[in-house]
């Protein structure tokens, strides 16, 4: 019985060890740094000023390749700008204004465009994803509208990879057009290093260091992934007061019943 007990946990301690060392060599990606966002916890909220750089950021850097397909512009309005500079900002983009007046497109077929207004979705970089693919080299820019919450520590994990990019370490063979990044799966990612210090130059002044970018539009990429958290976390917070109102009135009433019948 010993024998046989021994040579299972053999078997499991080998097929574990097994496991790991496919795990390394297909290149696991490193676990991110957890960061100090102002949407966490209970009290949770978006810092609107953040939110705002965080749009220059996604607006100058990062929309040449990647859609936020889920938000309007309109929806700029909850992260600070005035109804006159979304308006502003929707101008500078173009949308399909279908056919003219005599129901007709122009000569050669290819749609009329007027300026975007508010209640347009924001202008996606490409049409299509095969024109998509054929901009990058065969890769498709993934969506960023739900980005922070496709995955598990999805805000840190945007961060580190921002923030990511360095040389290979030695003996880590990189592919042509690829990148290094500890923290993509596999290590090697398409996307080139997007920020670099004073990639933009901040409206408020702030100094853009890539830390600051990356953290700014990734509190924007939260907000885009769920612009209704702060109302979720103020009702959360009525439902637990209520539960503890609650709760202590049920005692009250209880201590008061069985008083009654001692």
């Known amino acids: 019985?010993?024998?046989?007990?021994?040579?299972?946990?053999?078997?499991?301690?080998?097929?574990?060890?097994?496991?790991?060392?496919?795990?390394?060599?297909?290149?696991?990606?490193?676990?991110?740094?957890?960061?100090?966002?102002?949407?966490?916890g209970l009290f949770g909220h978006f810092d609107r000023k953040q939110l705002k750089r965080g749009w220059q950021v996604y607006s100058e850097v990062c929309a040449s390749c990647h859609s936020i397909r889920l938000i309007f512009y309109r929806n700029l309005e909850e992260i600070g700008f005035s109804p006159d500079e979304v308006k502003k900002i929707a101008a500078e983009a173009e949308v399909p204004a279908g056919p003219n007046e005599d129901g007709e497109t122009h000569a050669d077929g290819e749609p009329i465009m007027r300026p975007a207004k508010p209640f347009d979705k924001i202008v996606q970089p490409f049409p299509n994803d095969l024109a998509a693919r054929a901009a990058n080299a065969g890769a498709l820019p993934p969506d960023l509208s739900l980005m922070t919450?496709?995955?598990?520590?999805?805000?840190?994990?945007?961060?580190?990879?921002?923030t990511g990019y360095?040389?290979?370490?030695?003996?880590?063979?990189?592919?042509?057009?690829?990148?290094?990044?500890?923290?993509?799966?596999?290590?090697?990612?398409?996307?080139?290093?997007?920020?670099s210090d004073e990639g933009v130059e901040y409206a408020?002044?702030?100094?853009?260091?890539?830390?600051?970018?990356?953290?700014?539009?990734?509190?924007?990429?939260?907000?885009?992934?769920?612009?209704?958290?702060?109302?979720?976390?103020?009702?959360?917070?009525?439902?637990?007061?209520?539960?503890?109102?609650?709760?202590?009135?049920?005692?009250?009433v209880k201590r008061q019943v069985w008083a009654k019948l001692h």
């Open 204 to 252: 408020d002044g702030t100094k853009a260091t890539v830390e600051q970018m990356s953290k700014d539009v990734t509190a924007f990429l939260i907000w885009t992934a769920e612009p209704e958290l702060e109302e979720r976390k103020r009702l959360g917070l009525k439902v637990m007061l209520f539960l503890i109102v609650f709760t202590a009135m049920l005692y009250a």
């Open 149 to 162: 919450k496709a995955r598990v520590d999805g805000q840190n994990y945007v961060h580190g990879l921002l």
């Open 166 to 195: 360095k040389d290979a370490p030695s003996g880590i063979k990189i592919s042509e057009g690829m990148s290094y990044n500890p923290y993509f799966s596999g290590s090697q990612i398409a996307m080139g290093a997007p920020l």
């Open 1 to 40: 019985m010993y024998k046989k007990t021994l040579a299972i946990v053999f078997a499991l301690a080998l097929f574990a060890g097994l496991n790991i060392n496919s795990a390394q060599a297909a290149g696991g990606a490193a676990h991110p740094e957890a960061q100090a966002w102002t949407t966490n």
